[in-house]
Structure formats: C-alpha cells, structure tokens
C-alpha cells in the first residue's frame, strides 16, 4: 500500500496558542479521510501544515515521502480551501487554463467541466460575476486542474444547496474510484459518515479518535434491539441479562439498549425468548460525538 501522507509528532503553535499538539497519522493511497472535531480543533491548521503553507513547529510532515513545499509534491496535491477568493478581472476559462499550464499533466477541460458541472456559459463569465456556489465550483475545478493525486477539500460544501452537496459527494466517490487519495474537513457528521471510510477526530490540537466510522459508532454509541413481544416477559427480566443495558416497551414493542448487539441477540435466543420483527439499530455518529463530548469536552 503506497503512502502518501506521514506526520509524525506534529506540533503548531501560534504565538501563545497550541493549534496542534503532538499529533501522528499516516494515509494510503485510496483512503477518503474526514478530518473532525469542534471550532478550533486544529483541523484547518494540519491541512495547512500537509499543504506546506504553514511549517510546523515540531514534528515531521511528508508527503509522497518528502516534504510538502517541493515542486514535486505541489504538482501532485489540489485543494479547496475555507476562504473562496478568485482573482477578479479573469474568465472561468482563462483562470482555469492558467493554472492548468503549471502543471506537468492537467486534467482535460471537458473532463473538468464534466465532473465539476460547470455549464458551457458561464465558462465565458468573470470571475467577478460568479455568484457564490459558482465561485464554489470554480474553486473545486481549479482543484483539479492539475490532475492532482491528493485532494484537500477544507468544509467543502458550506453554503451549497442539498443539490450541489450530493453531487459534490458523489463526484469525491468517483475521485475516489479513479485512485486519488481525498483529505476533507466538514461539520456535518452525516457527510462524514457516508462518504470517509476513515475518520480522524480532533479535540484541542490532538486526536482523539482514528477509525472507520462504524468504528467510531460502535465504540462510543449504544445500539438498540427492539422486537415485537410474543410472551409477556417482564422488562425487568431483560434487564438482568447480560449485554443488556437497559429497556422499554411501547405498544408492545420491546426496545433494548445494548454495546453489543449480537451478543445480546444470542443470549435471547440461548434463553428461548419469542420475538418477532426484531430489528438492530445502529447509533448515529451524532450520539457517539454526544457521548464524546460528555466525557472529552468534544464538539
Ligand atoms: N494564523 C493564526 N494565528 C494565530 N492563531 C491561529 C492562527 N490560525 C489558527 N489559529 C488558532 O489555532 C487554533 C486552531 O485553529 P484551526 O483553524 O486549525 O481550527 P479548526 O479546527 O480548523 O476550526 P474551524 O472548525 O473553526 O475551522 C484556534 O484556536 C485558532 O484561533
């Protein structure tokens, strides 16, 4: 498996502050990685550090097994940042064949304005003239001008309508699909948990969490059993079993909370308990970050 991304013992500090602390991960080809974790976490800062724009204080930053500011590293990396500022005075075509020409081996312009859903008429327009989700798209184009192996997307759907953000995802998977690696950061947890296959969650500069993201959810959140009772069995009796955290019933429906669901599905049937229509729930990883941040001030 190629790495492609190495920190090792990364610290940044400001001044007076510690944006990152001591932190370590490496990410192979092909991984689609959310970078998580509250307003000032660190997140912004370690895409910084990987995008060689600021030097770490501490610690060891590569990229493709050297150091992020050489040229050969720039050619291969494409991102999209949290501030959306494009030159003004150019045309989407100009500004998007400029940076093309920096690069060994662009990416074709019908093929960017095929994945990017840039319509034909606004390829003539100023930049200027581009409204907000626009200058968004022109962003995540000029992302891809070089062809990039690496992608940085920084909260990359903040103020897309749900259209534009599926379509958006979609186009990361297919990315994704054709062997780029793809590093993003957002606050919708629901992005994260379709999309990254890999989640690295941050707390005041350090990580705290590093997994899938049923991973995460299996760790930090309860699942529940529920089922339609056959026998009238007291909720008490469920309680006293083991991998049983706790239980309810409504309208005859049986709902336990567990930290392992099929454990608890085997000793109810050990037991010889009747159920039907039993169904698993998995938490969301809403509940896990909850869970986190009741016990780690996450979030
Ligand atoms: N250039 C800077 N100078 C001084 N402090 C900074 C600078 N950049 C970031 N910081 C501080 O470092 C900490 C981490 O900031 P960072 O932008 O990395 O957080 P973040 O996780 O990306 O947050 P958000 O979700 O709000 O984008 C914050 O306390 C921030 O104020």
Request: aromatic share 6%.
């Amino acid at each position: 498996m190629e790495n492609i991304v190495r920190l090792t013992n990364v610290s940044k500090v400001f001044a007076d502050q510690k944006a990152v602390d001591n932190i370590s991960f490496s990410i192979n080809k092909g991984e689609v990685v959310a970078i998580l974790g509250a307003n000032g976490a660190g997140k912004t800062t370690t895409i910084l550090m990987m995008l060689g724009l600021v030097r770490s204080t501490d610690g060891e930053v590569m990229l493709f097994g050297t150091r992020p500011n050489q040229k050969e590293v720039k050619e291969r990396i494409g991102c999209m940042l949290q501030e959306v500022s494009v030159m003004d005075g150019l045309r989407v075509k100009e500004i998007i064949s400029l940076v093309q020409s920096y690069y060994p081996k662009p990416m074709g312009t019908a093929d960017l304005l095929a994945i990017t859903g840039f319509e034909k008429r606004d390829w003539n327009k100023r930049t200027e003239k581009l409204s907000g989700g626009q200058k968004r798209r022109l962003n995540f184009a000029l992302a891809l001008a070089g062809n990039p192996d690496l992608l940085f997307f920084d909260e990359p759907t903040v103020g897309m309508d749900i259209t534009a953000r599926k379509n958006f995802w979609d186009t990361v998977k297919s990315l994704k699909d054709s062997g780029k690696t793809i590093i993003f950061t957002t606050h919708y947890l629901q992005e994260a948990d379709e999309v990254a296959e890999r989640i690295i969650l941050f707390n005041h500069g350090s990580i705290v969490e590093d997994g899938t993201p049923t991973d995460l959810k299996n760790r930090l959140s309860s699942q529940r059993v529920s089922f339609q009772a056959v026998e009238n069995v007291s909720l008490d009796m469920y309680r006293k079993l083991p991998y049983c955290l706790e239980a309810k019933q409504v309208e005859g429906r049986v709902t336990l909370v567990t930290d392992d669901a099929d454990e608890l599905l085997n000793v109810l049937i050990a037991n010889k308990l009747s159920m039907k229509q039993i169904e698993v729930h998995q938490g969301k990883l809403e509940e896990a970050f909850s869970e986190l941040a009741a016990k780690k001030e996450v979030m």
